[in-house]
């Protein structure tokens, strides 16, 4: 293999590729990028054996050929050249890198031995724009559990329907729920779905923060295909293919609210600012108090640490129903407020000790379910 490249293109494509590598001491291999020639184009594979990842890199390829070589010694050599161009040649399993007057050359094994990265069958179909998809996948994505204790909630699970796809976290404690309506003038020539019925499938926590971090400020249509245990994300220059997890989620709607005892409309951006506050005053429980004043029209969001003081802040709020006195964690709170993007928001409530409910007023596409801190 002979080929000439820029520095900056084969840097970011490796920095991505990297990402997908969790040190292997049994299949060293699997700690190697596999660098190929593919009809013009320098190709970058890396692998776990759970997510595989492929790029295509712009280059001048002189000779065709392949080998893989260790990938933070690779990724972390092209970091540190100037942007110029590289010439990458392999000689007797080895790859030797010439950029200006600096050279090295790098001990590799034979591309043989490198894992075969799984291809999609009977694929099914969804084109998104990315920037929807990673709005979407952001908004959802901090709820998921983080142990993998339980992999059926340490995913994103997605129902696909032909006018709507849902995206659905939850850890437990809080739920985030987004949809995209596809009838909406917005998202009506955004999205296109090719499946024939409705589609359940559950991706792995990881693999979603791995597309959220390579889709970036991209503004491009992604294609995902799916099989019947693996999700590919197509765009274009890039892949990322991963298993699914098997088994059912959990029954989410059995904790969604039918009905409110209290519901309280207030800012956005006033509630944020002083549940931020609030926790510089919590204790290491994480607890924030929301309480209702439906004759004085406000919303008292306090904490308490005995051992540094206490917060105070009163939010103007029409409150309708009874008013209530409950205890959340701030930052799932928090969480959850970030992930609206309207101003005007209600909190809807069954009493201090039942699941609350958090959602923009003038629209129906997310809401984020949270549970409270019960007192004792």
């Known amino acids: 293999m002979n080929i000439i490249c820029i520095q900056e293109n084969l840097k970011e494509n490796l920095d991505n590729a990297l990402r997908i590598i969790k040190y292997n001491s049994t299949l060293p291999i699997l700690n190697n990028f596999l660098l190929t020639t593919d009809k013009g184009r320098l190709k970058i594979s890396s692998t776990d054996l759970e997510i595989g990842f492929t790029s295509w890199v712009s280059s001048k390829i002189l000779k065709d050929g392949s080998i893989t070589v260790p990938a933070q010694l690779l990724s972390q050599f092209v970091n540190n050249l100037p942007n110029k161009n590289i010439n990458l040649e392999v000689k007797d399993q080895k790859l030797y890198l010439n950029c200006d007057n600096i050279k090295a050359s790098i001990n590799g094994l034979n591309s043989d031995d490198f894992p075969i990265i799984p291809k999609i069958k009977n694929v099914s179909t969804l084109i998104i724009n990315s920037k929807i998809l990673k709005e979407a996948l952001s908004n959802v994505i901090n709820s998921a559990a983080l142990s993998n204790s ?60 791995e597309i959220l971090r390579i889709l970036g400020d991209k503004n491009i249509d992604v294609s995902i295909n799916i099989d019947q245990n693996q999700i590919l994300f197509d765009l274009g220059d890039t892949h990322l293919i991963s298993r699914l997890i098997e088994g059912n989620y959990p029954d989410y709607k059995a904790i969604i609210p039918k009905s409110f005892e209290t519901k309280c409309y207030l800012s956005r951006n006033s509630l944020e600012e002083a549940v931020k506050l609030s926790g510089c005053f919590s204790s290491r429980l994480n607890e924030v108090a929301l309480k209702t004043n439906s004759s004085k029209s406000y919303l008292e969001v306090f904490s308490n640490n005995n051992e540094v003081g206490n917060h105070q802040t009163k939010i103007n709020s029409e409150i309708k129903g009874e008013d209530v006195n409950i205890t959340f964690n701030w930052r799932y709170l928090l969480d959850g407020l970030k992930n609206i993007n309207n101003e005007e928001i209600v909190l809807e409530f069954n009493g201090d000790q039942k699941p609350a409910v958090i959602k923009p007023v003038k629209s129906a596409d997310f809401f984020y379910i949270l549970m409270p801190i019960k007192n004792t």
């Open 150 to 209: 339980r992999p059926e909630i340490s995913s994103i699970y997605l129902r696909i329907e032909p006018d709507q796809i849902k995206f659905i976290t939850t850890d437990s404690f809080r739920l985030a729920h987004k949809t995209l309506f596809l009838t909406s003038e917005d998202l009506k020539n955004k999205i296109k779905i090719n499946y024939q019925k409705s589609q359940n499938i559950i991706i792995p926590l990881r693999t979603a923060g």
